[in-house]
Every structure is written in structure tokens, then in C-alpha cells.
């Protein structure tokens, strides 16, 4: 991505976003389901202030609270009963949560929601907790992670599987703007 936006004349970047050196720079900032990936979102939100002009406008929309919960709830019971102790490596906030980190940085939050988004999957739920869930199954060894996987697979299909082949994650997302004064 970093390429094709280069090929087309921006200047693009790959960087930290609890780690941003911009100063006073640019008009907007916007982010599509990354911030929950940003466990430490007061840096996050310091380096976003930070890189904004006066009247810039931070708009994003990330998982917010209550996202892929029956699966974090499958996938922490699970390794409860293998023995291991787990804590959800994701930052899901509530309206409330973000908006007063938001506002104790200075922003002015003009909109904020959390809007249920449930997403089917391309496949079964194993694929998903092979792609983001490795926080997860990175606490067992190797040889343990495809047993695993199938057990949390089976925990979710009453939850999540509509029995015709569909597989439903329950996404929820924290939609934002807000603008620095």
C-alpha cells in the first residue's frame, strides 16, 4: 500500500501510531480499524493532536466495545481450560471511555457511536483466529494451536454459524469525529 500511494505521488510512511513525530502538520487524520490494534490510545491520541493543524479533524471508526466479544469469550474460555490465562491484547473502548480520552487531550468530539456491525466471514471463524487471533494461540505451543482452533470453532457455531455454511463475526464499531480547537 505504502508503494501504490508513492507511485501516486504521496509522500507515505510506515510508522508507530503510539510513536507519531508530525508537528502541526496536516489538515486530518483518519484511521480505519487500526486503533484498536493501539493499546496505549493516550499516545496515540497525543501524537494525533500533536500532528494536527489548529482546526484539523480526527475522524476514525475501530472496534469498540462489546466487538467480537462471544469470540474473545470462546477463545479465553478455552485456554481457561487448557490452564492459561489470557488478557484480550485488543482496546475496545465505550463511547464514554473515548470520549473523555478524547477530550482529555483537548478535542472537541463532535460525533461519537458504537454501531453493531456483524461481518460474515469468508470462510469459518478457524481462518479469522488464524489471522487476528494469534495473540491468542501464540501462548500454545505449535503443536496445540489447530487442536485449539477447532475447539474454539465448535464453542462459537451455535453462536455465530447460521447452519447453511455462513459464519458471522460480531463486530462492533466505535465511529468518531472530533477536532482540535
Request: aromatic share 12%; hydrophobic share 40%.
Amino acid at each position: 500500500m505504502i508503494n501504490a500511494a508513492k507511485s501516486m505521488g504521496l509522500n507515505a510512511s510506515v510508522g508507530d501510531g503510539h510513536r507519531l513525530s508530525f508537528s502541526d502538520r496536516f489538515d486530518a487524520v483518519f484511521s480505519n480499524a487500526a486503533l484498536h490494534w493501539m493499546t496505549k490510545p493516550e499516545e496515540v491520541i497525543s501524537g494525533v493532536w500533536s500532528a494536527l493543524k489548529p482546526g484539523g479533524r480526527f475522524v476514525g471508526e475501530f472496534g469498540g466495545a462489546g466487538n467480537v466479544a462471544m469470540i474473545v469469550g470462546a477463545i479465553e474460555q478455552e485456554l481457561a481450560d487448557s490452564g492459561v490465562s489470557a488478557k484480550c491484547p485488543w482496546f475496545f473502548p465505550s463511547t464514554d471511555q473515548y470520549t473523555q480520552l478524547l477530550t482529555d487531550a483537548g478535542f472537541d468530539v463532535k460525533r461519537i457511536s458504537l454501531l453493531p456491525r456483524p461481518t460474515t466471514l469468508p470462510g469459518d471463524v478457524g481462518g479469522w483466529l488464524r489471522t487476528f487471533a494469534q495473540s491468542y494461540t501464540n501462548l500454545l505451543p505449535e503443536s496445540q494451536r489447530d487442536g485449539f482452533i477447532a475447539a474454539v470453532v465448535e464453542k462459537l457455531r451455535p453462536l455465530l454459524y447460521d447452519g447453511q455454511g455462513n459464519w458471522t463475526a460480531d463486530y462492533v464499531r466505535l465511529r468518531f469525529e472530533a477536532f482540535k480547537p
